[in-house]
């Protein structure tokens, strides 16, 4: 067997350049990725997964990943908060639908209860907590979406309008809150 | 060259059967794919576009389409509006979130206006036309999110809260309203 070998050009059929196999001619199409995530209430307080796995691993994140196929979102963030912190949801509704073009993907972040109080480290789990919100480690989140999420999921405790909140202004999730530029990869 | 051959298995590191190339071992992965579009309003009319291509030549629908690497949906939306009826939009706000896991797709569709009153069809439509919405062929408009669409902009239009609408109760994707069932591909 060869090795993987792929050229970036404009295929005949198409109008951007893709990558295409050198050895058969496939066409490797890449499409944005859709993240799902929650964040998850219990008695006040929220549920944060401390990353086992790069990038950003042994940061705070809420349960969140790719959405997988034939998933409706739903189903996918409970999923992911099933497998990072063995964790059975009551989905709430839509908290969120951010917009990370650089590294092309699309978030949509739900509020969610837990249906019973059980959770436990899944694999890409180093820990999991419940955390009051005043003790979340603000400078320990994985990600920009992170602090964004639980912003607008304390708006909407706070009564905000249940409209799902967007990027804040002029964010694109490059830069965390204290200053930090990010790299390649997010979630 | 040889020709592309996949076997479909489960790699060393995943838990989930991916195609992988039977010559140098490449993981094709496949995620869900994003469709943004919108529903256009100028001076009470809604324009629609005659799709050109398959499935469903000949339908009537919305301006949408597959976001592309690198893109906000508010600018995929704005791109597909441009491609498939040479308009230029203002962006309102998210409609509608809808998902059909039987395509693995999750649609973001927003409310949008024409920036200026021109328009015709792109190389993708056979004709692009406004309608007062009583006036919208209903039985030949290309899938069922299309009529979710427009019913919702409906609502909104007459002043249902600004919170994005989902897939109607129980509804998938898979059957239009008149009860014809659905084929592999939408939009």
Known sequence: MTEPSFTRR???????????????????????KIVVGSVVRHEGRILLCRRAIEPRRGFWTIPAGYLELGETPEDGARREAAEEANVRLHMDRLLAVYSVPRISQVQLIYRARLADPSFSPGPESLDVR?????DIPRDELAFPSVHWAL??????????????????????????PNGERFGTDEM
């Open 10 to 32: 404009v295929p005949g059929d198409d109008e951007r350049a893709r990558d295409i196999c050198d050895h058969c001619g496939f066409v490797a199409y890449e499409n944005p």
């Open 151 to 176: 912003d607008h999921d304390a708006e909407a405790e706070a009564g905000a309008p249940p409209v799902p909140f967007a990027n804040p202004q002029g964010a694109s999730g490059s830069v965390m």
């Open 130 to 134: 419940l955390f009051d919100p005043a």
